[in-house]
């Protein structure tokens, strides 16, 4: 029966623990996916164009400003007149300056090639000069303008972006190159008070893969063709004009979304780990399974409990007499074997009684059968109460009881007879028409040395015989 309750809540764990463990990694791996899913389909692209509405607002004011320096009469209208008064070019670029909060604004003559800044002329820009090359660039390029990262003239050691414009006259020829910069450390915070915002690395890249403005997180190279993982995939991200994309760094999934930023010429890469993401999907399943582990253990503790309540119950119902409690035939047997070897081997003292209720077929036939299981039942208790703690009882069958007296030897087993008879005698049994009393009678037996069981029973029922037969309620010892 033990083993058959192991292997049952054996069993009870693995379907609990299966059950839950299963239905906790299928949840895991449904969130898992649907994060993913909406990480790259909403929330990435998302934050991107929230992203590109605010470089619009911060960064495309720059543009504004540039050209309306390219369309501005005054400008245009000095260099036509000959470039007469030079301070009056100062001061417009002061203005310009001073009014829209820009680190420098410039002016570059294609006809005397002078580079005009607020604070007067700073040098005439020449071909072979290496800082000069930006302006043969803007003179020769087919667009109105170009965004570069370069060294502030007025001051070599600030880097700035520059919005580098091409001017006309009237007639759409080209007389130079206007603009404004912005000081990078300033575009720079920008970038990083969007990563903080949003949560997510942000790069600018151009068409080549060039990282041209990034965060003060970011760490690595310089251009996104050498980032571990992205290479793979970079080619894909500079010849689209954006989408969502997927790469392996360090065994956890990267998510990227790409955005052209055409008034830059750039791409906006917004990008997330997927673990920060199930960070939180990983917490849940800890929790899913500590959860599962507690109820599993509960529910193994109540079956334990439960099974271990329903064995006494079926061991009791097996090995009792439903009526009196007293043990059951085949049970007092095995214990009766048990006791004989023991007394052999050790040479101990072994009685035996049967008890017999007196006239117990006249109690059925006047009072019922309800009243006869009551005096049963009420003779077993006065039993219980009179004879040792060690003895045993059995129910032999009908009204007839064995009573096993171990290390008892056959006058202490008389003694008992004696006692329980007399207690019997004096006791008065409760039924629905008043009270009543009954006798007993008894046959003792000490075991001898190697008798059978057989042997040793049929000597106690003669005594009990012999007690009937002399008149009852009395106790007869066997020869």
Known sequence: MEKKKRNLIAVITVLLVSGFLATSLISYFVAQTSLRKQMSET?????????YSEIQRDLLRPIFISSLMAQDTFLRDWVLNGEKDEQQVNRYLASIQKRYG?????????K???????TGI????????PGDQ????????KDDYEINLDRDTADRNRLT???????????????????????IDAVKGLVDAYEKRYGRRILFVDREGQVTLHGETY????NIRQRPGMGAISTQILTSTGGDFTYERDGQTMFVNSRAVPEFKWLLLVEQD??????GILTTLLINVLVAAAITALVLFVAHLTFGAYQRRLEEMASKDKLTGALNRQVFDSLLRRAMTLADREKGKLSLAMLDIDHFKNINDTHGHLAGDIILSGVVDVIRRTVRESDVICRWGGEEFLLLFENCDLEQARALAEKIRTEVEKHSFPLRGGRVTVTVSLGVALYGPGESERDFLSRVDGALITAKRSGRNRSEVAA
Do not use: C, Q
């Open 134 to 141: 930006w302006y043969f660039r803007v003179r020769a390029m």
């Open 274 to 279: 997927g673990a920060d993401g199930e960070k």
């Open 43 to 51: 929330t990435l692209p998302l934050t991107s164009d929230n992203i």
């Open 122 to 129: 700073l040098k005439t820009v020449k071909e072979g000069d």
């Open 112 to 118: 005397t090639r002078r580079y005009f800044h607020p």
């Open 102 to 110: 820009t680190v420098t604004s410039y002016f570059v003559s294609d």
């Open 161 to 183: 972006v520059f919005i580098n414009y091409r001017v006309y006259d009237y007639a759409g020829e080209f007389i130079g190159s206007a603009g404004v910069g912005l000081a």
């Open 219 to 222: 760490r690595g190279p310089d």
